[in-house]
């Protein structure tokens, strides 16, 4: 059964840094991508940061470039969002999500994505 935890939300001031990971289970890292979205109250899902391994992809949205940084650790099947330099405006419930590389599709949507975990909160405080 394929299975996504994210962890390691919590609160830091602005300028400040958080590492978010999704510990993977039931699947092999290579075959899948792994992306990182978050949610804030009242506005869309948003597509941050995708990595796949068996493609030697990564990809960023605009509005993190530069500040996160996506990784995985396969021997560990854990994939991580390094946060840096973070914002108010990055508060927001992060989710992760794992989309089979046969299946391909636009990596910032989220219909894209069968597989998800249940979200970690970051509050970020100015």
């Known amino acids: 059964e394929v299975q996504l935890q994210a962890s390691g939300g919590g609160s830091v001031q602005a300028g400040g840094s958080l590492r978010l990971s999704c510990a993977t289970f039931g699947f092999p890292l290579d075959d899948y991508a792994v992306t990182w979205f978050r949610q804030a109250p009242g506005r869309e899902r948003e597509g941050l940061s995708s990595?796949?391994?068996?493609?030697?992809?990564?990809y960023y949205a605009e509005s993190v470039k530069g500040r996160f940084t996506i990784s995985a650790d396969n021997a560990k099947n854990t994939v991580y969002l390094q946060m840096n330099s973070l914002k108010p405006e990055d508060t927001a419930i992060y989710y992760c999500?794992?989309?089979?590389?046969?299946?391909?599709?636009?990596?910032?949507?989220?219909?894209?994505?069968?597989?998800w975990g249940q979200g970690t909160l970051v509050t970020v405080s100015s």
């Open positions: 990595i796949a391994i068996g493609d030697d992809s990564e």
């Open positions: 999500a794992a989309d089979p590389l046969t299946k391909p599709g636009d990596w910032d949507v989220p219909a894209t994505y069968p597989y």
